[in-house]
């Protein structure tokens, strides 16, 4: 959310709505954090002052804003009230905490197919309350769907209609956006609600990691709607039918809401909620109740930073990962993976104590949301405890935030009686030595200035391990910690190159086109990256010899190779597309074997590192300098599980396991600038490793 700018209105309805912040703006107007009279949220649309002087705007805006607020249902977002003849006109929805589909798709990549079931009965009943109404909702896309705690909620519906035959539709503003728009829309056929339904099926095949009909130019998707079948190899077998039938060319052809509704089989997920685990990070966390303010401070709204902006339904063409499309409200700023709580200052002797928050009156309604908000007011209640000395937090040098989350505080004393015995302690900072690339110079990456440091937990500055002079980046450990591997790139070309422990005995091992390299859990051969025929491909070379082979010949780049901790297995990024990148799994016992695909991500998925029991990776998702610029994920070594670890709107990448798998290091910040964080793999206790301020990179524990 943004704060209100001089022009906007601070309140609509004669003061009954109390406007705090902008949530975003598209085609019709502003979207605006309110404040009902007894302080409920809600989201204002004010429209655009000159749509009032279109004719016929505001008669159709009264018409589709009296039908929109006949629609009921529970996944709907309701119009709860509205003044066609402002000045300017404005609308008032509930607010529906959450991030939009297209945000967790953008994180997520895909839904399992429980998700998928909830997700596709719960648009049908929005649809089915929509179309109940007389309204047609006319652009149905993952923006325009907001992902709540208890299910999907669809906004934005009815309002389209409104701006047909204005200047901003005459002068090439779309009603609809380019890949969700169904064949008759395209072609100029008569608008019924068969066409939400055409991009419900869209919508899903999306949900599941597929797109049906491409993600080209719109002029190619357009030709592909009117004349091609859909692409529906992503959407699970047990689906494909149901989303089949809403993509048909013929509007009759298509199912109704209830029709569809009867042909799903909804399988609810395990557990408290609907979405995997990966997706939950992104709900709004329930705070603790607020203290009064005074009467005219503005009210803070409730996880605004979580919220998406309900946005206008004109909207332009934009890649669906991309975050935010042209012409419709820009989305949110990306969701921090997890609420963080700084450290309680210090306190005096002479100092009160401070009192914990009063506590949230809680409504009766969800078990799973009082339980939620019980851990927030236990960890309020601790931050006071240790504000006054009863509790004793984990010290760490450096920067540091640590999450308030049970098991971040350890009681003082560690007897059988403490109140935290069932409580596992927060894993320490790791002992081990960490090699990182140090910049001498500014100039990274057009200019390098690397050399081989390394920082042990104890001392500070880094100590330099090699002379410096050339560019050394990439370091990793041997298995036995004795020596390190690196990347050394001179005039005469680049080479992976040895050094004992301490920087000393210094050798050329083989000549290779750049990049990581990986060692063998036995030590003995190196996973390298060289060139053949004009492709980047795998090889092992022989640490004691350089003898090298090839173990990948496809016609796709290869890159990151990372070997697995029981030798069995190499794990590469393999390019699938231009510009995306996947990881892959590689047998170098067997290179014939075509490599297993691990993710399947609309983004890049790069730097893939195995935990020390070889059951998950970390990695880095998304790319430099695009939407939210990069994340640091676990997943699953079969690919299951893909989860956030670190995800916030600064670029992170090149993560690190600890030797004990309890720790990961990456790095933060822009690539001319890099610094080194951690943070423990139950996303706690984050911190800052680098100190002064000579850029490093390319962290390794291990």
């Not at 404040?35 to 505001?58: C, H, I, N």
């Not at 003044?83 to 609308?91: F, I």
């Not at 923006?143 to 901003?168: H, K, M, Q, S």
Request: glycine content about 10%; overall charge negative; aromatic content about 6%.
């Amino acid at each position: 959310m943004k704060p209100l700018e001089a022009g906007d209105p601070r309140s609509v309805g004669e003061g009954r709505y109390r406007l705090v912040g902008r949530l975003g703006q598209g085609g019709m107007g502003v979207v605006y954090l309110g404040r009902s009279q007894s302080g409920r949220a809600v989201a204002v649309k004010v429209v655009r002052p000159e749509l009032s002087t279109e004719p016929g705007f505001r008669r159709r805006f009264a018409d589709e804003v009296a039908a929109a607020r006949r629609v009921g249902g529970f996944h709907t977002a309701p119009v709860v009230d509205a003044d066609p003849d402002g000045d300017p006109a404005w609308l008032v929805t509930a607010f529906v905490p959450g991030p939009t589909l297209q945000a967790v798709l953008a994180r997520v990549g895909s839904l399992p197919l429980d998700t998928l079931t909830v997700l596709a009965a719960g648009l049908a009943e929005a649809l089915e309350a929509i179309h109940r109404a007389g309204v047609i909702h006319r652009d149905l896309k993952p923006a325009n769907i907001i992902v709540a705690e208890d299910g999907p909620r669809v906004i934005d519906f009815g309002i389209a209609r409104a701006l047909d035959g204005t200047a901003l539709t005459q002068t090439g503003l779309q009603i609809g956006t380019p890949g969700f728009l169904a064949p008759e829309q395209l072609t100029s056929g008569a608008v019924t609600p068969a066409v939400d339904m055409f991009a419900l099926g869209v919508v899903l095949t999306q949900a599941a990691g597929g797109s049906p009909f491409g993600d080209g130019p719109s002029a190619a998707r357009h030709y592909k709607v009117v004349h091609e079948e859909p692409d529906l190899t992503a959407v699970p077998g047990e689906l494909r039918a149901a989303v089949g039938a809403c993509l048909s060319k013929e509007p009759g052809a298509r199912p109704t809401p209830t029709a569809f509704l009867g042909s799903l089989t909804v399988r609810h997920p395990a557990g408290e909620h609907w979405l995997p685990d990966a997706a939950t990070h992104l709900l709004p966390r329930p705070e603790p109740a607020a203290h009064p303010t005074a009467p005219d401070a503005p009210a803070a709204p409730a996880a605004p930073q979580d919220t998406p902006a309900p946005q206008d339904t004109p909207a332009a063409e934009a890649p669906r990962p991309a975050g935010t499309e042209p012409g419709t409200a820009p989305a949110p700023p990306r969701p921090v993976a997890e609420p963080r709580t700084e450290q309680p200052p210090t306190v005096t002797g002479t100092e009160a104590p401070v009192a914990p928050a009063p506590a949230e009156v809680q409504p009766p309604e969800a078990g799973q949301r009082r339980r939620r908000r019980a851990v927030v007011a236990a960890a309020v209640l601790a931050a006071s405890l240790a504000a006054v000395g009863l509790l004793a937090w984990q010290p760490w040098n450096g920067a540091h935030r640590d999450n308030a989350k049970p098991g971040a505080a350890t009681p003082a004393g560690s007897g059988s009686g403490s109140a935290s015995a069932s409580a596992p302690a927060p894993a320490p900072f790791p002992t081990e030595p960490l090699l990182i690339r140090q910049d001498t110079a500014p100039g990274w990456p057009g200019t390098c200035h690397g050399v081989v440091a390394r920082r042990d937990p104890s001392t500070d500055p880094p100590v330099r391990l090699l002379a410096g002079g050339a560019c050394d980046t990439l370091p990793q450990w041997s298995p036995d910690r004795r020596s390190f591997a690196f990347t050394r790139s001179t005039p005469e070309g680049t080479a992976v190159w040895t050094a004992d422990a301490h920087g000393s005995n210094a050798r050329r091992v083989a000549a290779i086109a750049g990049g990581r390299v990986s060692w063998s859990p036995d030590g003995s051969r190196l996973a390298v990256l060289r060139e053949k025929d004009g492709v980047q491909q795998l090889f092992v070379v022989d640490v004691a010899d350089g003898s090298a082979r090839q173990l990948t010949s496809g016609t796709g780049q290869v890159e990151d190779p990372a070997w697995s901790p029981d030798g069995k297995r190499i794990a590469v990024c393999l390019q699938t597309e231009p510009e995306n990148w996947q990881i892959h799994v590689v047998d170098p016992a067997a290179p014939e074997r075509a490599p297993q695909q691990v993710t399947r991500l609309p983004h890049p998925a790069l730097d893939p590192v195995w935990s020390p029991d070889g059951t998950t990776f970390a990695y880095t998702a998304g790319t430099y300098g695009a939407g939210g610029q990069g994340d640091i994920r676990l997943v699953g070594a079969d690919g299951s599980g893909d989860r956030a670890l670190v995800a916030t709107g600064a670029h992170e990448m090149d993560p690190a396991w600890s030797v004990d798998g309890t720790w990961v290091a990456f790095v933060r910040g822009p690539y001319e600038k890099p610094a080194v964080w951690a943070v423990r793999t139950d996303r706690t206790g984050e911190r800052t490793v680098t100190t002064g301020t000579a850029a490093e990179g390319h962290p390794a524990w291990r």
